[in-house]
């Protein structure tokens, strides 16, 4: 069973940045993609970004130009890093990862296509 632990999540105000970063024990060798959903209170789980084994990048069209996902595959971690954050980009932040049929598939958008997710670490962008 793999699992994956997030952290850098924290308190910050709009325009500002922070940097999370999620290790998966053991290594997840035969995951085809990782990424971060998140979810603020009241609302679904949404994609938020992901990035294939071969480090093909996809994002949510919200945080494009101000987040940046990357990976270390020898490492099995994955990092965001959140610039320019808005009070509406305040949730709980979940690593996870998923197989999607090769290395190079693209990742569901879908969170109910990723096999392994963290405990979550909370996001707050204060105005």
């Known amino acids: 069973q793999v699992q994956l632990a997030e952290s850098g999540g924290g308190l910050v105000q709009a325009g500002g940045s922070l940097r999370l970063s999620c290790t998966a024990s053991?290594?997840?060798?035969?995951?085809?993609?990782m990424g971060w959903f998140r979810q603020a209170p009241g609302k679904e789980r949404e994609f938020v970004a992901a990035?294939?084994?071969?480090?093909?990048?996809y994002y949510r069209d919200s945080v494009e130009g101000r987040f940046t996902i990357s990976r270390d595959n020898a490492k099995a971690t994955v990092e965001l890093q959140m610039n320019n954050l808005k009070p509406e980009d305040a949730a709980v932040y979940y690593c996870?990862?998923?197989?999607?049929?090769?290395?190079?598939?693209?990742?569901?958008?879908?969170?109910?296509?990723?096999?392994?997710w963290g405990q979550g670490t909370q996001v707050t962008v204060s105005s």
């Open positions: 996870t990862a998923g197989r999607f049929g090769s290395r190079r598939a693209t990742p569901s958008r879908n969170p109910e296509a990723w096999r392994y």
């Open positions: 990035i294939n084994w071969a480090k093909v990048l």
């Open positions: 053991p290594r997840t060798g035969s995951a085809d993609a």
